[in-house]
Nanobody, 120 residues
């Protein structure tokens, strides 16, 4: 199982970006999917979570600006980021709880990260 994140880039403050993360491989079922971010010199932090049933939760710092969504048929999670601020600059990582077909046990998988840079 692999997670591939994409969609990062350079954007001016106030702009928007949409991140995508595709899970691929021998997947039986996907549960929670998350977006994390890590800014230079800071710890990785949870940005948003979406359950398999569509329940979402957000960090206070992004509420009202970011929207997480998913396409279960495509094993893909998205992060729509609007009204971006320089403090949103970070490497964004996706994470998913997945049961592969083999071995049949729940594991956490991480994507490789995609860099988002917001200029002032």
């Amino acid at each position: 199982v692999q997670l591939q994140a994409s969609g990062g880039g350079l954007v001016q403050a106030g702009g928007s970006l949409r991140l995508s993360c595709v899970a691929s491989g021998n997947i039986f079922r996907t549960y929670d999917m998350d977006w994390y971010r890590q800014a230079p010199g800071k710890q990785r932090e949870l940005v948003a979570t979406i359950t398999s049933g569509g329940y979402t939760n957000y960090a206070d710092s992004v509420k009202g600006r970011f929207t997480i969504s998913r396409d279960n048929a495509k094993n893909t999670v998205y992060l729509q980021m609007n009204s971006l601020k320089p403090e949103d600059t970070a490497v964004y990582y996706c994470k998913a709880q997945i049961i592969p077909r083999a071995p049949y046990r729940l594991n956490e998988y991480w994507g490789q990260g995609t860099l988002v840079t917001v200029s002032s």
